[in-house]
């Protein structure tokens, strides 16, 4: 039966095919024809579904958008959960079947989906998704209004970088009044959110929702009791570096105290990096950079630029965020986000295409579920290539900047990588407390408590006298929190592999690149820790793992600071 005519929208239409997977006899040496059919329909499902998601999120106020993207969730995914999941038994189930060593890691994941799957869940994790696209239009619709300008809250960031610090303080107010307007509508749907989750957790046989998604997120090789090894590390190691850069900021702008609206300053009498003002210059500047490391990899982002899969710059009713996502009949990626002509957008959009150089690399895997890396790797290959762009981002080597500002934004972005990891730890044990620990009858106030406890065992620094609704609050601000529940700590452990990467690269940048590449290539086909070796690294997250990171990084940035 070809697949050429299929209609993603219509479930008669998709149903047919699997019916007639499902109906086949199914033997040993036919299970590979099986599965590629299967793989063929799944990727067209997922890029149909994935690109109505984005036109969404390019536009909040799109009716006829968010009427497509919510027919899939409700009228199409619910259904197509249930029959692979048929197909997954049915494959499971068959005796003498031994698949080849490649898709080893794809068949743990169908045994884990198989024991967590209860087919009363499917209409719960239907109006969680729903839930979730109302968070994307209740955030990608939030602004600012600043002297008769209506500005989003991407652009408003950049008044943050003001060398006045009293139009830092009035446009950070004005960000936050914006979140407290929406505050009790957050509170209650997050609630909501989580009533669910429990609930799925405890359908499917679990004590609670962290140890449902914790297999879930396919988590195999680590426990929660290494996340909060994890955890103790960064207070450790970490926490101290990270007020040693408050303590510098403070200094540099002759402050008594610093204040949050203070962190995003320039030094007196310097503007902030400014490396672009539209996209097409972020797109370009990029593309350089990225051959500038690798001719094919230069290559790969250009098709993606004439293909027309950017979707970069900042505007009215475009949801918030950035992201990558894999095309696989196409075999392309789209990448999306937010720029408004700071540095950090330069940063993000290096990180968008090392995952969707990742896609590029494993697209050629036959069966999409082969393609998918874990996560803890998939960031790495997002991070690394913030990483290994450093040595070009002079204008005369491809890239923005002057020297001294090509100097300045490797110490800004050394920094964010010290002051993200005890952030994430404030993400990552709210999640454990939420799902493990949190009474059966919590409040939005017992969550805000707990955010503002962990923010100050991991967040000194910053002086916040006044401000508790503002700091309690943080949590709504994590996106994550609300769509992409436990998925966090996995950018805290890509970041530590990312640094020996970049490690390994200023000893022998071809070969450092060479075995990030060939893991690319990889997929999801090995282990998490076969992964981290193939690409020269390795997956730990002790107190010694991450204090040697920590030297590594400060020695870089004392040597940058010199300079600067």
């Known amino acids: 039966m070809s697949l050429d005519a299929v209609d993603t929208r219509s479930w008669d239409a998709i149903n047919e095919h699997y019916k007639a997977l499902e109906e086949e006899t199914l033997t040993p040496p036919t299970v590979q024809n099986w599965l590629q059919r299967w793989s063929d329909l799944e990727a067209q499902i997922m890029e149909a579904v994935g690109q109505a998601a984005s036109r969404t999120h390019e536009n909040t106020a799109d009716k006829d958008a968010e009427a497509l993207h919510l027919h899939y969730l409700r009228n199409i995914l619910p259904k197509l959960s249930i029959v692979n999941e048929r197909l997954k038994v049915k494959l499971l189930d068959l005796e003498g079947y031994e698949p080849p060593a490649d898709q080893q890691m794809m068949m743990r994941d169908f045994r884990t989906e198989r024991a967590l799957f209860r087919e009363e869940n499917v209409p719960l994790e239907t109006e969680l998704s729903v839930l979730a696209t109302e968070h994307r239009k209740i955030t990608g619709q939030m602004t600012i209004e600043w002297?008769?300008?209506?500005?989003?809250?991407?652009?408003?960031?950049?008044?943050?970088?003001?060398?006045?610090?009293?139009?830092?303080?009035?446009?950070?107010?004005?960000?936050?009044e914006t979140w407290e307007a929406v505050r009790p509508t957050l509170d209650e749907q997050y609630l909501k959110m989580l009533s669910l989750r429990r609930q799925i957790a405890k359908n499917a046989g679990f004590e609670n929702y962290r140890a449902f998604a914790w297999l879930e997120r396919g988590r195999y090789e680590y426990t929660p009791?290494?996340?909060?090894?994890?955890h103790d590390a960064i207070e450790h190691q970490v926490v101290l570096l990270a007020r040693k850069i408050f303590e510098t900021q403070r200094q540099t702008l002759g402050v008594a105290a610093l204040r949050p609206w203070d962190l995003m300053a320039e030094q007196p009498g310097m503007a902030p990096l400014a490396p672009f003002q539209t996209g097409a210059e972020l797109e370009e500047g990029c593309t350089r950079i990225f051959q500038a490391i690798d001719a094919e990899l230069g290559a790969q982002?250009?098709?993606?630029r004439g293909n027309g899969c950017l979707e970069l710059e900042s505007r009215a009713n475009k949801a918030p965020g950035g992201y990558c996502r894999a095309l696989p009949v196409s075999k392309r990626s789209y990448i999306f986000m937010n720029a408004v002509g700071k540095q950090e957008n330069v940063r993000t959009l290096l990180h968008e295409g090392g995952h969707a150089f990742h896609n590029q690399h494993a697209c050629d895997l036959p069966l999409v579920w082969m393609r998918h890396a874990p996560m803890e790797m998939a960031e790495v290959a997002s991070m690394?290539?913030?990483?290994?762009?450093?040595?070009?981002?002079?204008?005369?080597?491809?890239?923005?900047?002057?020297?001294?500002?090509?100097?300045?934004?490797?110490?800004?972005?050394?920094?964010?990588?010290?002051l993200f990891l005890p952030y994430m730890a404030v993400v990552d044990a709210f999640q454990h407390w939420v799902y493990a620990e949190a009474p059966a009858n919590v409040t939005a106030d017992d969550m805000d408590a707990t955010w503002s406890s962990l923010w100050e065992r991991f967040m000194g620094g910053v002086d916040w006298q006044g401000l508790q609704e503002e700091k309690e609050s943080g949590w709504h601000r994590k996106r994550h929190i609300f769509v992409y529940p436990f998925y966090y700590i996995e950018y805290g452990l890509a970041?530590?592999?990312?640094?020996?990467?970049?490690?390994?690269?200023?000893?022998?940048p071809a070969a450092a690149l060479s075995a990030y590449r060939r893991t690319l290539a990889l997929g999801g086909t090995r282990s998490l820790p076969e992964l981290y070796e193939s690409a020269g690294i390795r997956f730990a997250f002790d107190r010694a793992t991450v204090r040697d990171t920590m030297q590594l990084v400060e020695t870089h940035l004392d040597a940058l600071t010199a300079k600067t």
């Open 147 to 176: 002297e008769g300008e209506t500005l989003t809250l991407d652009q408003a960031e950049l008044l943050l970088s003001d060398p006045e610090r009293e139009t830092r303080e009035r446009a950070w107010r004005k960000v936050h």
């Open 225 to 230: 009791s290494d996340a909060f090894t994890f």
């Open 301 to 304: 982002f250009e098709q993606l």
């Open 384 to 418: 690394a290539m913030e990483l290994l762009a450093y040595p070009f981002m002079e204008k005369e080597k491809g890239g923005f900047y002057s020297p001294e500002e090509a100097d300045r934004a490797r110490v800004e972005h050394l920094e964010k990588i010290v």
């Open 495 to 508: 970041q530590l592999g990312a640094l020996q990467v970049w490690r390994n690269a200023q000893t022998d």
